[in-house]
């Protein structure tokens, strides 16, 4: 497998300070106290949708950058990358764009805004070499203070490329409907897998497994399942018997995503809430046997927007219920009408975070601790009622054969599925979703 040329832009090490200049002079700044503790800036790439990022408010007389992972982290490929470098070539330097306030995000009450903007930086950016090797744009202090009346406001901040090579890979179909799926580099497609959806109407004995499932053997996979599924279903509206299996071009299976939270409407509603997720199950070989590795739970939000919220977590041997043992490593939300990408990113190889997701060491079935992190996977889904032919993004870092990269595969297939396991239970599902026995919206 050939992986595809990536460049990852990060933004980090922030941080804010205010010096007094003058104490006779009153300073537009006036509002901003050293003391304050809430900043945050907003950072801006050409057409990318904008990025916040809370600032640290460094005390006097403090100057130490405190050691923090990427807090912006833009993900670019190399038609990303060439685009934006043929268009500036002669239109003048790239630049990003960040904007620093101090005071709360949130909105504030009445007329008077919650955060006052204290000044613009822009960072001008050479992406030209950023796919072959590290780039450094900027280290250090910035003054954003528009004079010096009074006080001088300063902003810390690290601006860096660097390559992030992935495996690229695109279902030809939804995954309901049991696609192949390509392995991308350019305009190249090669068949990399195959998909067997399957819906049925019971979840926890023998009759819920596909055919691929009926060689594992593994006692503590089976405790797993049932213990994930004990005390969720209720009577009523809900989706359940869901799974997807992922095989290699040869016909065996090498990874399964697996509902095992039914999908249940809270009551008095025809949504799946945030207290009560369903929630999928992912399986990957070991041992000889499809061992679990992740599960992924998602729920129906309606906060600023209507969203499908996602949390992912790694599995260890003993796990239980919902909180038990699992290491959750990415959360976020989906708009429902027009999709998005489920980013599993850890952070700059200098964070402090070391934990990977890589499926592939044997003892504990996908928790290690290696000398990197950084950007692990993403799955780009459409929203609900589109066509969606789900893209896939793993890091080469973590991916040392082909079962590796299927384990991904099957965590964006559930992503996508989820989409329509939380749709409103007002609406009816399409055809290929249902069971001839049991099936609910």
């Known amino acids: 497998m050939d992986p595809c040329p990536f460049a990852r832009l990060t933004v980090a090490n922030l941080a804010l300070k205010i010096i007094p200049t003058s104490a006779s002079r009153p300073s537009h700044h006036a509002a901003i106290h050293p003391t304050s503790s809430l900043s945050f800036c907003k950072i801006k790439l050409k057409k990318s949708p ?7 408010i460094l005390q006097p007389p403090s100057s130490e950058i405190p050691a923090s992972a990427a807090a912006v982290t833009f993900h670019l490929s ?10 500036f070539t002669f239109a003048g330097k790239l630049r990003l764009k960040i904007s620093v306030f101090a005071g709360s995000r949130a909105g504030g009450c009445g007329v008077r805004p919650a955060a006052k903007l204290l000044g613009k930086i822009t960072v001008p950016l050479d992406l030209a070499g950023a796919l072959n090797r590290p780039c450094l744009f900027h280290s250090g202090w910035v003054e954003v203070a528009e004079d010096g009346g009074g006080s001088s406001v300063q902003f810390h901040l690290t601006v860096r490329a660097e390559p992030d090579p ?18 991308i580099q350019g305009r190249i497609r090669q068949p990399a897998f195959t998909c067997k959806f399957s819906c049925r109407s019971t979840i926890g004995d023998h009759t819920m497994r596909s055919r691929s499932l009926q060689t594992q053997s593994s006692s503590v996979s089976k405790r797993l399942l049932r213990s994930f599924n004990s005390h969720r279903e209720r009577n009523g509206k809900e989706r359940k018997g869901w799974s997807i299996t992922v095989h290699d ?14 999908f249940v409407a809270s009551p008095n509603s025809d949504r799946v ?8 199950l992912i399986l990957r070989p070991g041992d000889g046997t499809l061992k679990p590795w992740a599960r992924l739970e998602a729920w129906r939000e309606r906060a600023t927007f ?4 996602l949390r992912f977590e790694l599995v260890t041997e003993g796990s239980g219920p919902i909180g038990s043992s699992g290491i959750v490593l990415a959360e976020s939300r989906l708009s429902s009408a027009k999709g998005g990408k489920f980013i599993i990113d850890l952070g700059s190889a200098g964070s402090s975070n070391s934990t990977t997701v890589s499926p592939r060491q044997s003892g504990d079935f996908g928790v290690g601790f290696w000398p990197y992190n950084g950007f692990v996977m993403s799955a780009a889904v459409e929203g609900e009622g589109k066509c969606s032919k789900p893209a896939v993004e793993v ?6 054969c082909m079962e590796d990269a299927a384990a991904f595969v099957a965590v964006a297939a559930a992503v996508d599925l989820s989409m329509d396991a939380c749709r409103l239970f007002s609406h009816k599902l399409r055809k290929e979703l249902t069971s001839q026995q049991q099936m609910f919206g």
Not at 249 to 262: I, K, N, R, Y
């Open 50 to 56: 904008h990025q916040s990022a809370a600032v640290p």
């Open 78 to 87: 190399k038609d990303d990358v060439d685009r934006l470098v043929r268009k």
């Open 166 to 183: 992935r495996f690229v890979f695109q279902f030809d179909g939804e995954p309901e409907c049991s696609p192949q799926v390509f392995q």
């Open 249 to 262: 071009l040869s016909g065996s299976p090498v990874a399964v995503a697996s509902m095992v939270t039914p």
């Open 273 to 280: 809430s945030r207290t009560n997720p369903g929630s999928w």
């Open 306 to 309: 209507d969203s499908l919220g």
């Open 395 to 400: 890091s080469v870092q973590h991916v040392g």
